[in-house]
């Protein structure tokens, strides 16, 4: 158990709509990462969040945006949905945004576009 | 850009065979390197790391040596079980790019009993 939780595990969801995906950290640490997981991108960094601020982006589509609260959880919001969604999508986080501090992974979000 | 490579896969292998899955990077910057580790169904999981050039990182009978001058990290082992199947990652992070990871393909391992 890595102490990262993402709720929920799998969503279905058709074209066009909006979701919103829920990460919950490691006790004590501030830094959230997202990442999406497709077997024609491979696993890919979105998003990072440190104490609230954002702080790196990645390859994220102007469709996709994310938050991370006073009390550290993070939330995905996914809209405008398409059939290239589809992927799995994880959180992880860390203490800080170090190099050398290890990240630790949620066992991620299947998101199902039909 | 920054960007690793990984030996393509899937590996197929015997238990008891020795393991090696090649990994190389490119960075601008001195990178920590690590390896996860991907069960079946499952998120990743940290396998091992090096923060520094010449460093060893090991954990359960995996090991893998961070070689600045030929810029790789590749990951040993030298039994395999039949538990070691899944998928394994080899990544990169710099704390000038906010720590992210950035992933290789990964490698498919089976191994048969």
């Known amino acids: 158990d890595s102490g990262v939780t993402q709720t929920p595990k799998h969503l279905i969801t058709a074209t066009g709509q909006r979701v919103t995906l829920r990460c919950s950290p490691r006790s004590g640490d501030l830094s959230v990462y997202w990442y999406q997981q497709s077997l024609d991108q491979g696993l890919q960094f979105l998003i990072q969040?440190?104490?609230?601020?954002?702080?790196a982006k990645g390859n994220i589509l102007e469709r996709f945006s994310a938050q991370q609260f006073p009390d550290l959880h993070s939330e995905l919001n996914l809209s405008s949905l398409e059939l290239g969604d589809s992927a799995l999508y994880f959180c992880?986080?860390?203490?800080?945004?170090?190099?050398?501090?290890?990240?630790?992974f949620g066992d991620g979000t299947r998101l199902s576009i039909l | 850009g920054d960007s690793v490579t990984q030996m393509e896969g899937p590996v197929t292998l015997s238990e008891e065979a020795f393991l090696t899955i090649n990994c190389t990077y490119t960075a601008t910057g001195y990178p920590s390197l690590f390896w996860y580790v991907q069960y079946p169904g499952e998120g990743l999981q940290l396998l091992l790391k090096a923060t520094k050039a010449d460093d060893k990182g090991s954990n359960k009978g995996f090991e893998a040596t961070y070689r600045k001058e030929t810029t790789s990290f590749h990951l040993e082992k030298g039994s395999v079980q039949v538990s070691d199947s899944a998928v394994y990652f080899c990544?990169?992070?710099?704390?000038?790019?906010?720590?992210?990871?950035?992933f290789g393909q990964g490698t498919e391992l089976s191994v048969k009993p």
């Open positions: 969040y440190y104490n609230g601020e954002e702080r």
């Open positions: 992880a986080s860390s203490v800080a945004p170090d190099e050398r501090q290890p990240q630790h």
């Open positions: 990544a990169l992070s710099l704390t000038a790019r906010g720590g992210k990871l950035i």
